[in-house]
């Protein structure tokens, strides 16, 4: 029997947080998306308070820039295509001496962006790591799904239905797999993801576990391009036993074409000391970090500007994955 890996706020080891290293995936945001992962990674670490920090740098050059930034991490150069390691990187199952990383194929996230390296950078981190690895034959990325630890994991139809990963999969199709590789019981399916969200609407922009049976979602700003979609989040979850609780919405947040981008403060990372919540310059920067905080009394609440990050489409969450302790 596979029982759940770990939840997120259960003590780690570490965690693996992807260095950007590509100028020409980056271009003019390179170095201030290198400020603000070393600030992310800085505030996991809190001084040797938190949990050890795993850089993990595409090649040497970005190494010596991720030594200069965070000296206080341990740099691992392996190459990758990009940072996005909660979907390239394995998932770390069970703790102690029983540790194991379980590995998934990872297919670009649709075939959208065949970069070389990320289709078994999981698999060599496992390995630099000293954990046992196995790889499952089918897609999934660790920002589709979020756990509580219990058995109960969440997820979107958009996402893990969508034909550009396993063709053909229905819900109880995905709902075997997930319970057979990593011992969830119970599927709880949101519909779509968050605008223009080019993972196909990951479940860490959308709705997070922030203990036993407890789910945050956002509830929308004003002239928020997300409105429908956390209102149809939260009527799927009304009909479960989950309680839920909700965070501010950043709204609507574009990029230098006017085009929306996916910014939502609901992909924080839960550390040992402190959780990091994504600031973009938004009226409810403040007000989000204050209601993780009130949820989160054992830890420190940091917000911190991920502008730069996002221009790569993701946040906090989805370039870091942590190691159980």
Known sequence: MTLPPLPEWAPHEAVWIGFPSDPELWLSDLKEAEKEVAAFAKAVHADGKGEKVWLVAAHEDAAKQARKLAPFATVIVEKFGDIWLRDSGPIVMG??????AQGFRFNGWGNKYDLEGDQDVGERIAKAASLPYAKADWVLEGGAIDGDGSGTVLTTEQCLLNPNRNPGATHDDIAARLEHDLGFER??????????DHTDGHVDNLA?????????????????PNDAIYRDAAKRLKATKLDVVTLPSPGRIENE??????????NFYIGNAAVVVP?????????????????FPGRVAIGLRADHVLTGGGSFHCISQQVPA
């Open 187 to 196: 599927v709880v399916w949101l519909g779509e993801g968050l605008v223009n």
């Open 257 to 266: 074409d006017g085009d929306v981008i996916p910014a939502s403060y609901m």
């Open 95 to 100: 703790s102690g001496k029983h540790r194991r």
């Open 279 to 295: 600031q973009y310059g938004a009226p409810n920067d403040k007000a989000a970090v204050a209601v993780v905080q009130a949820l």
């Open 208 to 224: 997070r576990f922030v203990a036993p049976g407890r789910v945050a979602i956002p509830t929308a700003a004003k002239d928020d």
